[in-house]
């Protein structure tokens, strides 16, 4: 289904490096323009500035002649120049049409300096990079494909690499990744075992030459797919394996990489795009207001030229002894002339002179110089880095914010669990861990997660979520304490007890799955699947259903009312035979390049099913201070605000009132009541919308099935993409509510409907098979209040793309 708008599902493998071999990407060549052609390996150096000093003055005059008022100033003074016509020098009208160019051009220069002085300083960063037998400091500018690099601690990362080694155990790498993705937690990184036991020292590094096979550069951040192939061996890669351009090496002395994209075919770089023009509504409308004075001008001159035509043969006619002053002219040659004489009497420049009198460099200066934007703590004021961010700011409408980390503090506290039909608060008795289903509950808690650990003067846990931080904290500190990881065991001490678990598999977590598994052989042989994830995916794989799951899932609906974030919990014993067997198709499908994440997603769903319910874990994550009185005053703002969060139903109606996004007067209006509705109006939910005026609706796939819970981990919200629902318009001066993150929308033909303020904004049942692009009418009126819940397409991560998937006449 329209395949033709995704042209990178199915990346070509064509992107070979091989270490240490400059030469031989330099052979290869790629075709930019007819029969130009450029290197297909770029190089590291970087150029997002727009002009230089030959385009400047061409490029800058040709996008301030895309505003019509410059146009219709540069045709009166085209007129001004015949003197049959002329009322005034033309020179006069030339310099305020000069002043506007020179305010517009210095604005534009003074923002293109700014982008030139940025370009010098990233490409003249200094990095160490491999030449014969010993690194050598460099540039970042110098760095080509396929050389290896080193990197030291706080440093950041100049190109897209592959991790060979570091000088943690195990290879492991931690890096910080907020100027990606505003992420302050830390995330790790590991190499292969075979670079991290083979590349040593700096000898075996320069004769390392290693082919790396993988996909095009693209712009998925958080997706890699390629291959290893070395000493006859092959060995599978993904995103894990890779650190990428503008990362932060964190808590980690030494680290090594392999360069596998550089400079603009970087995924930041791909994600970051050309420099466009930018035109605000004040802009178009300008546009249009000339446009209109214009035609109102010609068609006004025209009457007047027509006019003055029959009055100049009616005025000869009755005076015929005037005749020798009208000897060498017609009515008709008056009427032409006297048509451009009014044009140019009638002209209406002084509008824009006034709208562009602000001196260039000021409007930004006040956001610098507020004393209320500046950031006491840490010393930091407000830089505006564009002479046009206030132009920018007054236009905005819409807010699209996602909940962890920018509405809550994204700092986790273990609160409650529900194990074995028994819900558990903060106090815990000590014969409570003699149970055999606690303490498994516990084990799961110790060993199923990606949390890396550190032995300073104690145990530092770093976790790429601080959902998974929490629990392993909380294992911590109920006797089930995680001592170290390496890249195939696992080490805990089970109250006091050393025990050493080897990993045979680790089932990742993402948004589709919306769980996590680990496989483990425990000391006394037997293998073991741990797994944790939301409710309704966890549920629907248990082996059965008794009172413990009934009670546990009424557990995980009080948790949810109270605003805690909940994960299911469940194990299960795998035989010998079974694990060999999904062992050999697991290896056989981690090595492929075309299709392996769907190969995997089969094997981890065969996988994952006949599993026993061990408990539900609650944790909370508070609001950070003043979220509310922010979107009040956005609100005020007549701004319109739309929060995505991957939490339950019930979680996320109670944070969006703990925020104000929901109000007490709002109304609550469920599925079946808007499946009723629609069946009164005769048409199904799809005619409601068109039934009505002013009832527009975003259309989703009508094609949809059951609904799919989102998961407690919100540290994967960055895979969250765009929005499945349909929404009903509303008047942006009025409140709604929403509750089920999983109905659809409609219009409100029937009083059943009719009683809501003014309109519920609802989602889907279900994501569609492919994603379906939203249309949105030019008038429509984004409610704001509204939770978007389960946000992602089945096709991958990738937030920074949502504004490509809103499409239609409108500036939606």
Known sequence: MRGAEYPLAFPAFTWEVRANDRNYHKQFKKRFAFCLSKQKYAGNAIKTAKYNVFTFLPLNLYEQFHRMANIYFVFVILLQTFPAISTLPWYSLLFPLSCLLIIRGVRDLIDDIGRHQSDRNINNRPCEILCGKSFRRQKWCDICVGDIVRLRKDSLVPADMLLLCSSEPSSL???????????????????????????????????????????????????????????????????????????RLRNTDLCYGLVLYAGFDTKIMRNCGKIKRKKTKLDHMMDRLVIIIFVVLLVTSLCLAIASGFWAKMFQEKHSYLSAFYKHTTPAQQAFFNFWSFTILLKQE??????????????????????????TAKDIPAQARSTSLNDQLGQIEYIFSDKTGTLTQNVMSFKKCCVNGTIYGNFWCKQVCRDSRVREFLRLLALCHTVMVEEKDQLVYQAASPDEEA????????????????????????????????????????????????????????IRLYTKGADTVILERLQSRGPNETFTERALDRFAEETLRTLCLASKEVTEAEYGDWSRRHREASILLQGRAQELDKLYEEMEQNLQLLGATAIEDKLQDGVPETIQLLKLGNIKVWVLTGDKQETAVNIGYACKLLTDDMEILEEKEIRAAGQAGGEGLCGLGHQLPGSDLLQGDPQAESPHGAAGEEAQERHHLGHRGWGQRCQHDQNCRHRGGHQWAGGHPSRAVQRLCPGAVLLPPAPPVHPWPLGLSPHLQVPALLLLQDLCWPHGPGLVRFPQWIHGSGEG
């Not at 001490?493 to 993402?510: I, P, Q, T």
Request: with cysteine.
């Open 471 to 526: 629990l392993v904290l909380a294992a911590r500190n109920l006797g089930y304490v995680f001592l170290a990881r390496t890249q195939d065991t696992i080490t805990i001490s089970e109250l006091g007890k050393k025990r050493v678990y080897r990993v045979l598999a680790m089932l990742d977590f993402n948004s589709d799955r919306k769980r996590m598994s680990v496989l483990v052989r425990d000391p006394q042989g037997t």
């Open 350 to 375: 002084s509008l824009e002179v006034v709208r562009d009198q602000d001196p260039a460099p000021c409007p930004c200066c006040f956001i610098n110089w507020d004393l209320e934007m500046y950031y």
């Open 173 to 247: 790498c931690y890096v910080e990744t907020s100027d990606i993705d505003g992420e302050t937690n830390l995330k790790f990184r590991q190499a292969l075992l075979v670079t991290h036991q083979e590349l040593v020292r700096e000898e075996s590094m320069a004769a390392f030459d290693g082919t790396v096979t993988c996909e095009e550069p693209n712009s998925r951040m958080h997706s890699f797919t390629g291959t290893l192939s070395w000493r006859g061996q092959t060995y599978p890669l993904d995103s894990e394996r890779i650190l990428l351009r503008g990362c």
